[in-house]
């Protein structure tokens, strides 16, 4: 750690401990990818602003108190390393919102009728595209990619069905393995289609030949946990998952955290957040997609640069 970094962990540090749970957590992490000329040497004015803005949580005043003390671009390998949180712009983002069609022995799927109404409330603050998905690993190793390169920075609110779930589930990490067939489709038909060249789809037990085991979103999931559980009107509880399962919802995340990663190497805004949603009543999915938009707008706030 150089004197100048170690300076403004030092200026972190010094706040009173009362106030350190207000801080955004990614600041000190931001922070240490600077690189700063030497703390000492700026004007009283300049430092004493910092500060101010680190005391009280002001993420827009912190984040160009921090630009402006380093001019230069940080190099692309790093930018990965920068939190989500920092660089959502609704100005500027897409908000794509997805649930998934009808499938096997599921006559309904509630992830429909959630993600409706998830998406019209949303769209009232934010650009938003809605898509109910068919229920296929061909589509799911292709969508995220497709969307961002004809929309830009975007996030991604994915809805899922789990039969046997009882409580909603926020997905933290998507793992590069599959069971099973597409819907109305063969596991044969799932392999020969893994052959082809143009796919990225690796069958059986694969979604991806040079992916990682597993990739983790950084969406502020503990926070949008507890806005959630906090709800008066909250019929199911919310918790946290580090298993997605091993079909289409897991493929879907799995890819687009990949093409999430891709973008962000490229210095562009890009995020995915996936949400399992259990056994519900159509009329309680609509209002359980209200619910989530009340908290994701809530966290989205907190997020704008």
Same mark, same amino acid.
């Given at each position: 750690?150089?004197?100048?970094?170690?300076?403004?962990?030092?200026?972190?540090?010094?706040?009173?401990?009362?106030?350190?749970?207000?801080?955004?957590?990614?600041?000190?992490?931001?922070?240490?990818?600077?690189?700063?000329?030497?703390?000492?040497?700026?004007?009283?004015?300049?430092? /004493?602003?910092?500060? !101010?803005?680190? +005391?009280?949580?002001? &993420?827009? *005043?912190?984040?160009?108190?921090?630009? #402006?003390? %380093? $001019?230069?671009?940080?190099?692309?390998?790093?930018?990965?390393?920068?939190p989500?949180?920092?660089?959502?712009?609704?100005?500027?983002?897409?908000?794509?919102?997805?649930?998934?069609?009808?499938?096997?022995?599921?006559?309904?799927?509630?992830?429909?009728?959630?993600?409706?109404?998830?998406?019209?409330?949303?769209?009232?603050t934010?650009?938003?595209?809605?898509?109910?998905?068919?229920?296929?690993?061909?589509?799911?190793?292709?969508?995220?990619?497709?969307?961002?390169?004809?929309?830009?920075?975007?996030?991604?609110?994915?809805?899922?069905?789990?039969?046997?779930?009882?409580?909603?589930?926020?997905?933290?990490? /998507?793992?590069?393995? !599959?069971?099973? +067939?597409?819907?109305? &489709?063969? *596991?044969?038909?799932?392999?020969?289609? #893994?052959? %082809? $060249?143009?796919?990225?789809?690796?069958?059986?037990?694969?979604?991806s030949?040079?992916?990682?085991?597993?990739?983790?979103?950084?969406?502020?999931?503990?926070?949008?946990?507890?806005?959630?559980?906090?709800?008066?009107d909250?019929?199911?509880?919310?918790?946290?998952?580090?298993?997605?399962?091993?079909?289409?919802?897991?493929?879907?995340?799995?890819?687009?955290?990949?093409?999430?990663?891709?973008?962000?190497?490229?210095?562009?805004?890009?995020?995915?957040?996936?949400?399992?949603?259990?056994?519900?009543?159509?009329t309680?999915?609509?209002?359980?997609?209200?619910?989530?938009?009340?908290?994701l707008?809530?966290?989205?706030?907190?997020?704008?640069?």
């Amino acid at each position: 750690m150089n004197d100048s970094t170690r300076a403004l962990s030092a200026l972190i540090d010094a706040q009173p401990s009362w106030v350190l749970p207000h801080i955004d957590p990614g600041l000190p992490r931001l922070a240490r990818l600077f690189s700063f000329g030497d703390l000492g040497e700026l004007p009283d004015h300049d430092r /004493a602003a910092l500060q !101010r803005a680190l +005391a009280r949580g002001e &993420r827009r *005043a912190v984040r160009e108190r921090l630009f #402006a003390l %380093d $001019p230069t671009r940080m190099p692309d390998e790093r930018l990965e390393e920068l939190p989500a949180s920092w660089w959502f712009n609704p100005a500027q983002a897409h908000v794509v919102v997805t649930g998934f069609q009808p499938f096997g022995p599921h006559p309904d799927n509630p992830s429909a009728h959630t993600s409706l109404a998830l998406a019209n409330a949303l769209s009232q603050t934010f650009r938003v595209h809605h898509d109910v998905l068919p229920v296929t690993f061909e589509l799911a190793s292709v969508f995220a990619g497709a969307q961002l390169t004809e929309r830009g920075p975007t996030l991604f609110v994915q809805l899922g069905y789990d039969a046997a779930g009882e409580t909603l589930r926020l997905e933290r990490t /998507a793992h590069n393995w !599959r069971v099973g +067939a597409s819907e109305g &489709r063969s *596991a044969a038909s799932d392999e020969r289609n #893994a052959s %082809d $060249p143009r796919s990225e789809e690796v069958a059986p037990g694969r979604l991806s030949v040079t992916g990682p085991p597993a990739l983790a979103g950084d969406f502020p999931f503990a926070e949008l946990q507890r806005a959630l559980n906090r709800q008066r009107d909250a019929r199911q509880a919310t918790t946290l998952s580090d298993d997605c399962g091993s079909y289409v919802c897991n493929a879907l995340y799995y890819h687009s955290l990949a093409a999430v990663r891709e973008r962000r190497h490229r210095g562009e805004f890009a995020d995915a957040l996936f949400v399992h949603v259990p056994k519900i009543e159509p009329t309680a999915a609509r209002e359980l997609g209200y619910r989530l938009a009340d908290a994701l707008i809530e966290q989205l706030e907190r997020m704008e640069p």
